[in-house]
């Protein structure tokens, strides 16, 4: 386990912390990256968050706002709302990951750290930083993704639909040369 990752786990132990992280080492990384497990929750809905520690200088915080596909309408509307919050907060970088059909709208907070690192100022961000960001502005990523309204129907509900709107189309009049 890299250094920074001991500190912060030795940090987590003495604040009785334990019940909120889960430690997790990524095998064969050649920078002895560290991954540990946790929950931000929001009107009942858990959200993912990862506090990342390897042997560079750099560590981060990730917090998985939403994943699945999205219609490129949808993908639209959250690239909108992403694009002003990176332009509203320095500190942190929302961004809409896609990897292998899969997407995620991911917030990042960068932690630097070079040779004196501070578990406390993880810490801190997290929960006097992150958390509240999320409490207040983690609902324009959410409205956005749900501004766009997605109805999924099958093939068949299809024709049936198009095949409806062929038959009851309207007719068109012509007006009578009469008088």
């Known amino acids: 386990m890299n250094k920074k990752a001991e500190l912060f786990q030795q940090f987590i132990v003495e604040n009785e912390l334990t019940n909120l992280f889960t430690l997790r080492e990524i095998e064969n990384d050649p920078y002895n990256t560290v991954v540990f497990d946790a929950t931000v ?8 968050l990862f506090v990342v520690l390897d ?3 750099f560590g981060f915080v990730r ?4 994943s699945g596909r999205l219609t490129s309408e949808q993908r639209k509307a959250t690239l909108d709302v992403l694009n002003q919050l990176n332009s509203e907060f320095k500190c942190f ?10 997407e995620a709208i991911i917030l ?6 070079g040779d004196n690192f501070e578990p406390a100022l993880v810490a801190y961000t997290i929960f006097e930083v992150l958390y509240p960001h999320t409490q207040k502005d983690l ?3 959410i409205a956005a993704v749900e501004s766009v ?6 093939e068949q509900e299809a024709e049936t639909v198009e095949e409806t709107k062929k038959n009851n189309k309207p007719r068109k009049t012509t007006k009578s040369k009469k008088g």
């Open 63 to 66: 917090l998985e706002v939403a």
């Open 108 to 113: 990042d907070v960068s932690l630097m750290s």
């Open 149 to 154: 309204k997605v109805e999924t129907v099958s």
């Open 139 to 141: 609902t324009r990523i």
């Open 55 to 57: 042997d560079t200088p």
């Open 41 to 48: 929750e929001y009107n009942d809905i858990v959200f993912p």
């Open 93 to 102: 970088k929302h961004y809409l990951m896609e990897e292998d059909g899969y």
